[in-house]
C-alpha cells in the first residue's frame, strides 16, 4: 500500500516540477491536489479491506 502511495506522489511530483520549470503553476498545483487526493484514496481504501 505505501509502494502505491509513494510511486503516486513521486510521478506527480515529478510532473509538478515539470510545470513549474515551465512556468504553469495552476497546473502544477492541480497535479499535486489531484495526487494527494488518490494518496489518500489509496489509504482510506486500504483501511477498509
Known sequence: MYQKMYSTLFNAITDA?????RKNISSAEDILK???CAAEE??????LE
Request: aromatic share 14%; hydrophobic share 50%; proline share 0%.
Open 34 to 36: 489531484a495526487a494527494q
Open 17 to 21: 516540477l515539470e510545470q513549474l520549470e
Open 42 to 47: 489509496i489509504y482510506i481504501s486500504w483501511d
